[in-house]
Structures are given as structure tokens and as C-alpha cells.
């Protein structure tokens, strides 16, 4: 069966240092990669997607970056980090159920930017 | 650009009652569309997906229709439980399956 992780579970650092998110999916080959940011109050937002190792759709202009290394591996980093950067960011795989096309979302990462 | 709306943005009602989520979004070329649920502090499980074609799933005690060409998908929670509390979340998939949308979601409470 396919599992997504991701690390760290919470993080706590301060304006300005940088950032590198993980995610990683077992169980599946080549799948199409997400990155969402959910902020307090707001609902999620896309920032990244990637359908293969090395390319990457950036869907918001911000000082976020998005990286794929490897066929199942995301990384999600920033040189600097803002207040705003604050939230919960989720990645998710695409797959395909019985009930069709699905996205598949893993536990989340709940960073907060001091 | 996909738009996607959903009221109320919060709801709380006693346990046993039977409620209506209500989702629209403003572009009809849509691939599917889910309902998940979020706890709080948590990831999303997906709870329910129409294809586009479809116009209603069903498991347990939750329904979900989809109206395609007024842009309206609805979720009925039926007999309500204290553990139905949770927020939840509407997204459609567009862009040949690539994209999903969400929408603000809805903050529900079933209280005893």
C-alpha cells in the first residue's frame, strides 16, 4: 500500500533563517507530487506540483522553492523565511482509486515562523 | 481561475440532526470533486469523490451531489454524532487532473 511522510511534524524557527521541508512516498513510482500550504484562518492554497524528478510548477510567486531529487522525494525550502510563512503545509500524491483519481494527503508539517 | 466557495464557514449543531454543507465553484470544467474531512493539527482524509459525470455518492451516513452546470455540490451528514465534529473541506480537480481547488471549508461542531 502507499504511504507519504513528512518531517519534521512541527517547527518553530525565526525570521530570516532558512527552511527545508521533506516528504517522501513509498508504495507507488513516478507519481504526480504536491505541495499546499494551509495559513490560520485561510484555506489551502497550492504552491508547488511536480509530475517527474527535476520539474517543478510553481503556483504562487513567493520566497518559497520546491525541489524533486528523486522520483519520490519533495523538498520544500526557503533561503528566508517570513512571518507570513507561518501554517501547515501538507503534501499530497495523486492516485487512482476504485472511486477514480484521488489525492492522497500526508500527516503535515506545522511551522512556525517567530 | 478556479474559485471555490463554501458555506457556512461554521455550523454547530446537537447531536442527531441532519445537516446541509453547501459547496460552488465558478468554472463547470471539472474533473471530480471530494469532500475531506480535517481534524484539528491533522492531514486531510478524503471522504467522498464525484466524477464529473456522477451526481451523487453515498457512504454511511454522508451523501454528496454534484450539479456540474450550476457549479454546486452539497454534503448531507445524516443523524449527526459528537465525532462528526471536524472541519470540512471542498476541492475540485481541474487542469487534466493536476490541479485541486479547495474551498475555505466549513467548521463544524455536533455537540451533545
Known amino acids: 500500500s502507499q504511504t507519504i511522510h513528512q518531517w519534521p511534524a512541527t517547527l518553530v524557527q525565526p525570521v530570516g533563517s532558512p527552511l527545508s521541508l521533506e516528504c517522501t512516498v513509498e508504495?507507488?513510482?513516478?507519481?504526480?507530487l504536491y505541495w499546499y500550504r494551509q495559513a490560520a484562518g485561510r484555506g489551502l492554497q497550492l504552491l508547488f506540483y511536480?509530475?517527474?524528478?527535476?520539474?517543478i510548477s510553481s503556483e504562487v510567486p513567493q520566497n518559497l522553492s520546491a525541489s524533486r531529487p528523486q522520483d519520490r522525494q519533495f523538498i520544500l525550502s526557503s533561503k528566508k523565511l517570513l512571518l507570513s510563512d507561518s501554517g501547515f503545509y501538507l503534501c499530497?500524491?495523486?492516485?487512482?482509486?476504485?472511486?477514480?483519481?484521488?489525492?492522497?494527503f500526508g500527516p503535515g508539517t506545522r511551522l512556525l515562523v517567530l | 481561475k478556479q474559485e471555490v466557495t463554501q458555506i457556512p464557514a461554521a455550523l454547530s449543531v446537537p447531536e442527531g440532526e441532519n445537516l446541509v454543507l453547501n459547496c460552488s465553484f465558478t468554472?463547470?470544467?471539472?474533473?471530480?470533486l471530494q469532500w475531506f474531512r480535517q481534524d484539528p493539527g491533522k492531514g486531510l482524509t478524503s471522504l467522498l469523490l464525484?466524477?464529473?459525470?456522477?451526481r451523487e455518492q453515498t457512504s454511511g451516513r454522508l451523501n454528496a451531489s454534484l450539479d456540474k452546470s450550476s457549479g454546486r455540490s452539497t454534503l448531507y451528514i445524516a443523524a449527526s454524532q459528537p465525532g462528526d465534529s471536524a472541519t470540512y473541506l471542498c476541492?475540485?480537480?481541474?487542469?487534466?487532473?493536476?490541479?485541486?481547488?479547495f474551498g475555505t471549508g466549513t467548521q463544524l461542531k455536533v455537540e451533545l
Open positions: 499530497a500524491w495523486i492516485g487512482t482509486s476504485g472511486r477514480g483519481e484521488t489525492q492522497y
Open positions: 508504495g507507488t513510482s513516478n507519481p504526480n
Open positions: 511536480s509530475v517527474g524528478i527535476g520539474q
Open positions: 468554472d463547470s470544467a471539472i474533473y471530480n
Open positions: 464525484i466524477q464529473s459525470s456522477q
Open positions: 476541492a475540485v480537480l481541474t487542469g487534466g487532473g493536476n490541479k485541486l481547488t
